[in-house]
Every structure is written in C-alpha cells, then in structure tokens.
T-cell receptor, first 124, second 108 residues
Framework: QVQLQESGPGLVKPSETLSLTCTVS????????WSWIRQAPGKGLEWIGY???????NYNPSLKSRVTISVDTYNNQFSLKMTSVTAADTAVYYC??????????????????WGRGTLITVSS | SSELTQDPAVSVALGQTVRITCQGD??????ASWYQQKPGQAPVLVIY???NRPSGIPDRFSGSTSGNTASLTITGALAEDEAEYYC???????????FGAGTKVTVL
C-alpha cells in the first residue's frame, strides 16, 4: 500500500533553513494534493501548505513568506523548505496526502494518508 | 472567516454517546473532515465528506453538518476512543486548509 516517509535533519539552528523531503512509496504522486502539517509539542495541528502534483501550490498565510513546497514527480517525492526558523518552529512535521470529492454542491477535502512524522528541533 | 471552533474537552461514560462539534463560517460551503489522534501517534482520518468512514473505521463513528456546525458522533464509546479529535476544512476562499484546536475526549 502507499506509504509516506519524512526525512531530514532533526536539529536546525535558529535563523537557518529547515529542509524536509517526503518519499511516496507504493503508489504514484500523480493526481493528488500533497501537504505538510506540523504540530508543536503539546499543541494542535497546523497546516503549512500543499502542492498539487502538477506543481501548483498554496500556503498558510501566516507562514507564506518563509515556506516553499516543491515536487519531484520523477523520484515520487515532495519537499518543504522553511527559512529563518526560530524556536517556535520546533514541531513534529508530517507529510500528508490530501484527497478531494464533491457531493451535490458541497466540495470536500480530507487528509487520508499520513507519514509517521519527524521531530524538528530548532536550537543552537 | 478562517477559524474552526471546537470545545476543548468532553467526557463520556463507557458505552454512551458523545457528540463533538466544530463551528465555522466555511462549513456552510465545505464539509469537514475529522481526525483522531492518540498520544505519540500520527492523526488518523475517521470521517470525511457528507458522512464517510475510511476502511477500518468502526461504524460507531458518524458525521453530520447543520448550518455552520459540523459534528462527530461516537455512539457507544469504547475506552479505545479516548483521544484528541480535530476537525478540518478549507477556509471560505477554498484555498487554504484550517484545523480546529482539537477536543480531548475522555471515556469514563
């Protein structure tokens, strides 16, 4: 079955750039939205942004100035870059597949496949 | 509005029914999805769309929407249902995803 696996350094220094990659195995990256979601220790879930397999993106307005999500369809991967990190960016980062549907006039999206998450600590 | 509002905590007696609500203007246009998260684990999708359950999710979980409020109902709660539950939807623009702050469900 399709699985997602995050990879990247567990420790990033303040003011530096956080880089994470998600590898999609067991299926194609095509025809879905792919998101990054994070969760600070003891806090709730925060959507960072998504990329469609074609390359179109959308970001959380509160993070947009620091975030870039890219896709590599050849290697079935998508990536997150977040610049100028601070301690507030310390969190578990999840890569997630987003599916969509429509019922009558209603549209809906849902995160149906999650990676296990990777803890990123921002500290000097 | 881009916010989804959830009650912080709710408790339910073992075997009883509990309803968790999520309020937001965007829910008049988009269905919510619901996620169960247990400590140290990734969230798991339990309800999406009008009232759809992914494979493997028990039928004691159900969803509904009325006006600006989406609800997740657990009918006959089990001890294993004790968890944090998050609602999610798009904001009113449809471009951005947003989560509620989560509801901690305690099974007594």
């Amino acid at each position: 079955q399709v699985q997602l696996q995050e990879s990247g350094p567990g420790l990033v220094k303040p003011s530096e750039t956080l880089s994470l990659t998600c590898t999609v195995s067991g299926g194609s990256i095509s025809s879905y939205y792919w998101s990054w979601i994070r969760q600070a220790p003891g806090k709730g879930l925060e959507w960072i942004g998504y990329i469609y397999y074609s390359g179109s993106t959308n970001y959380n307005p509160s993070l947009k100035s620091r975030v870039t999500i890219s896709v590599d369809t050849y290697n079935n991967q998508f990536s997150l870059k977040m610049t100028s990190v601070t301690a507030a960016d310390t969190a578990v980062y999840y890569c997630v597949r987003e599916s969509s549907g429509k019922y009558s006039r209603w549209s809906y999206w849902y995160f149906d496949l999650w990676g296990r998450g990777t803890l990123i600590t921002v500290s000097s | 509005s881009s916010e989804l509002t959830q009650d912080p905590a709710v408790s339910v007696a073992l075997g009883q029914t509990v309803r968790i609500t999520c309020q937001g203007d965007s829910l008049r246009s988009y269905y919510a999805s619901w996620y169960q998260q247990k400590p140290g684990q990734a969230p798991v999708l339990v309800i999406y769309g009008r009232d759809n359950r992914p494979s493997g999710i028990p039928d004691r979980f159900s969803g509904s929407t009325s006006g600006n409020t989406a609800s997740l109902t657990i009918t006959g709660a089990l001890a294993e249902d004790e968890a944090e539950y998050y609602c999610n939807s798009r904001d009113s623009s449809g471009d951005h995803s947003v989560f509620g702050a989560g509801t901690k469900v305690t099974v007594l």
